[in-house]
Structures are given as structure tokens and as C-alpha cells.
């Protein structure tokens, strides 16, 4: 007789075009038949992952909201073990960087280098992300966002929704933020404005957006 020890945790991971609970299984967790963890975990219904709000649009059933993931949205991933604990310092929480103004380094009145750390480095980390496209960067090629991909398409409700689905799945990439909420994207001509509250790992909410 086996025994499932139960989960104590749980990590995110994205979903890609195409994706199935069996296929997202075998890729995180190495196991397909392991996809009804995923649907448990996530509370999902048939037909649990689809590619476009049209797919859900044609279903006569349509699930209650929240029960199926749209593409780009982040499923939970059973991850067993205590989250990592003890950290006090918000610059040891959220690391130092060099500190960048309009992609250029900010150098004090002495000629040194200045840093970032803490809350606005991270603050810094995810303007980055948001400003740079998926692929954009060779040798990181999942870094980025990929809503710019939805710029001169049509502007309805569906784009907006997609793209704040690309905006949360973004934000929530960098491992200092535990949840995105109140996630928002409107096409506006050429451009893209988007805006959201990251959840950071200390529970603290932090604004992020722009155009």
C-alpha cells in the first residue's frame, strides 16, 4: 500500500499554447498521469485548459469562473516543503542591482557606480521585464512580456483580457512575488497599457504598469 504524503505547498509554472493537464503533468511534474493533481490543486473543470476565450464562447456548458485556465495564466504546481523562512533584511529579501535610469547607469557625483536594493530594485527588475519582449534577449529567451504580440489587433475585450493574462504571468515570473491581482491591460492605438499589484514574497503589495 502506497501513502501520499499531502502537499504543503505549491509553486507556480506558466501554460503554453496547445497545453493539456496531461501534457503540463509530464512537463513539470514527469509524470502525465499525474494531471488530476493539477486539476484538484487548481480547481478545474473540463475542459480545464483552452487557447482562446472562443473555445469557452462555444461550449453550450460554459464552467463557473476561475474553473478553466486560459493560456498564459499560471497553474499551480505541487511543490511539498516548507516555504523558505528568516530573512529579515528587505535588501537580502530582494537582492542589489545596479541602479538604471532610461537604460543607463546612474553614476554618483564621486564616479562610482550607484546600486539599488530592496523594494525598489525589485520595483526596478520588473519595469525591465515588462519593457522587454519575450525573446528578445538571446541567451534569456523566456524573459519578458508578451503583450507587445497583441499591438495592432483589435481592441475588444477579449485582447484586454488575454493581454492582463500575459501581464500577471510577467510579473509573476520573477521568484520574489508570490501572487499578481488586479491585473489590467487596455490596446490603445500602437501601444499597450497595463497595470497590476504584484504580491511580493513578505505578503507587501507592490503597483507595477505603465505604457
Keep these: 500500500m502506497s501513502i501520499r504524503k499531502p502537499i504543503s505547498g505549491y509553486r507556480l509554472a506558466d501554460t503554453r499554447q496547445g497545453d493539456t493537464l496531461q501534457a503540463i503533468a509530464l512537463r513539470e511534474l514527469g509524470d502525465a498521469s499525474k494531471w488530476s493533481d493539477l486539476a484538484a490543486l487548481n480547481n478545474l473543470l473540463p475542459p480545464y485548459v483552452v487557447d482562446t476565450l472562443a473555445e469557452l464562447e462555444d461550449d453550450a456548458g460554459d464552467p463557473p469562473p476561475g474553473r478553466v485556465l486560459l493560456v498564459g495564466m499560471p497553474i499551480k504546481i505541487p511543490a511539498p516543503g516548507p516555504a523558505p523562512s528568516g ?13 538604471l535610469s532610461g537604460g543607463l547607469l546612474s553614476v554618483s557625483e ?26 528578445e534577449l538571446i541567451f534569456h529567451p523566456d524573459y519578458g512580456q508578451r503583450f507587445h504580440e497583441l499591438i495592432g489587433g483589435p481592441a475588444n475585450p477579449i485582447t484586454n483580457l ?50
Aim: charged letters at 20%; a negative charge; hydrophobic letters at 40%.
Design 87 to 99: 530573512v529579515l533584511d528587505v535588501s537580502d529579501l530582494f537582492g542589489t542591482d545596479l541602479d
Design 110 to 135: 564621486a564616479g562610482d557606480l550607484q546600486l539599488v536594493s530592496g523594494v525598489p530594485n525589485l520595483r526596478q527588475a520588473l519595469h525591465h521585464r515588462l519593457e522587454t519582449h519575450t525573446g
Design 162 to 211: 488575454l493581454g492582463a493574462s500575459y501581464v500577471a504571468s510577467c510579473v509573476r515570473s520573477d521568484p520574489r512575488i508570490a501572487n499578481v491581482r488586479d491585473t489590467k491591460a487596455e490596446l490603445r492605438g500602437d501601444g499597450i497599457a497595463v497595470s497590476a499589484t504584484a504580491v511580493t514574497i513578505d505578503g507587501k503589495p507592490l503597483p507595477v504598469g505603465g505604457e
